[in-house]
């Protein structure tokens, strides 16, 4: 117990000796660069979480320029540069498993550097279309190109209100990749917390896999809706599949007061299919969330709270559903807050988790409670520490964190980030 606690507290400081040494007066991420924004007219608090400023830029499609000069002509547009970001993720994790001799897992404490290690293109590729390019560097036996999406948005006659089309494809986002705006994990890499399957039902149910589709998309600064085609296989790997997958989402997104307030529903249906017509995966799936981020007390707070439902998969089905493979329906209901205890530099978060895994088990919930902190060295690099502790499972062990021998009830994560 001692040596686990010296190993933190080491971890730590390493950590924090790490940001501090950095530098990153020059380093600004790409759409920063484009606009010649500071990082925090676009984000809640802290990266990547969306205020209204940052939802509209994306709405938008990226296109939104600053001072960064033009390429212009007849039908041209094009920013002088190609903007460009490094995003990584370093991060230490353990668990209170344990682990069989000579078979390490994160049981025994794992450093995941990379975690993850992204280059990053985007931007405007003329007045209403723009793109988002993610290559990814962390895995050599993976593709480099990890996530793709080009946004053709365009303004609605005189009103506020943008229609438009979002090719994508994804190696790991889901569906909802194609068009999201919430900061409750609906989509994977829009969150708050490092611990997604503990503080987002979306993610809890599974919803972040391969995707390649096009997202039909309705935005007004009070609402956004669309509606995706969509096969769950990513770039090359789909030119054989049928778009036969749908995913909808619509969501509310009103000014109350000094508050930003969110919420919506989000439905995944149909049956993903080769290209002779036969089916591999159900997609069914549904969920509600929702968002307030505003002020109390002089300090930024943000509450989220998210609820998931994955349908269960009949028994001998021929076509499991790519949600939940387990014979009763898969369900999670999450609550997360932070305050920025020093607005723009610190916050404090406390979350809960309350989970059935659909298993047969005997105890099928997951319950769990996460509590964790982030610290902002600049606007662009991030120090996050969570714990999650959760509820032990059944006969079959469900809900429980990676270890050979004894599987764990806890999770401790140190994680340092930045992008630039």
Not at 247 to 257: K, L
Request: glycine share 10%; proline share 5%; charged share 15%.
């Amino acid at each position: 117990m001692y040596r686990r606690i010296i190993r933190f507290i080491s971890l730590l400081t390493a950590f924090v000796g790490a940001a501090v040494v950095a530098t990153p007066s020059q380093a600004v991420p790409a759409y920063a660069r484009q606009t010649g924004k500071a990082c925090n007219t676009c984000h809640f608090q802290h990266y990547p979480a969306l205020n209204a400023y940052g939802r509209e830029f994306k709405a938008g499609g990226y296109t939104d320029m600053g001072k960064q000069s033009l390429l212009k002509g007849s039908d041209l547009s094009l920013p002088s540069v190609l903007n460009a970001s490094l995003f990584f993720k370093f991060r230490y994790q353990d668990t209170n498993g344990k682990d069989l001799e000579g078979d390490p897992s994160v049981a025994s404490g794992e450093w995941q550097i990379p975690d993850e290690f992204a280059l990053l293109f985007g931007g405007r590729v003329t007045e209403n279309i723009g793109f988002m390019l993610e290559g990814q560097l962390a895995d050599p036996d993976a593709p480099f190109l990890a996530g793709f999406k080009m946004p053709a948005m365009y303004k609605l006659g005189e009103t506020d209100m943008k229609a438009g089309v979002v090719p994508y494809t994804t190696d790991a986002l889901g569906a909802s990749y194609g068009f999201e705006l919430l900061n409750t994990g609906a989509v994977r890499n829009v969150r708050i917390n490092e611990h997604r399957a503990e503080t987002s039902a979306q993610q809890y149910i599974g919803t972040a896999t391969a995707a390649t589709g096009a997202a039909f998309v309705l935005w007004h600064p009070q609402f956004f809706a669309n509606i995706s085609r969509w096969t769950p296989n990513h770039a090359g790997d789909a030119s054989g599949q049928k778009l036969s997958s749908t995913y909808v989402r619509a969501a509310y997104t009103p000014s109350v007061g000094d508050w930003d307030l969110g919420v919506g529903v989000q439905s995944w249906s149909g049956t993903a299919k080769d290209a002779t017509g036969i089916g591999a995966n159900e997609t069914k799936a549904w969920a509600v969330d929702f968002q307030a981020q505003g002020i109390v007390a002089n300090l930024p707070v943000g509450v989220y709270l998210t609820h998931a439902k994955a349908a269960a998969t009949s028994a001998g089905s021929s076509t499991p559903n790519l949600y939940n493979a387990n014979p009763n329906a898969k369900t999670a209901t999450t609550i997360l807050g932070e305050v920025g205890i020093l607005p723009g530099k610190a916050t404090l978060q406390l979350g809960y988790r309350r989970a059935d895994t659909g298993s047969a088990a005997p105890n099928p919930e997951d319950n769990a409670w996460t509590v964790g902190a982030t610290y902002q060295f600049a606007q662009n690099v991030q120090l996050q520490v969570q714990h999650s502790s959760r509820s032990k499972g059944g006969a079959a062990d469900v809900g429980r964190y990676e270890g050979t021998d004894v599987p764990g009830s806890s999770l401790t994560t140190f994680m340092l980030s930045a992008g630039f």
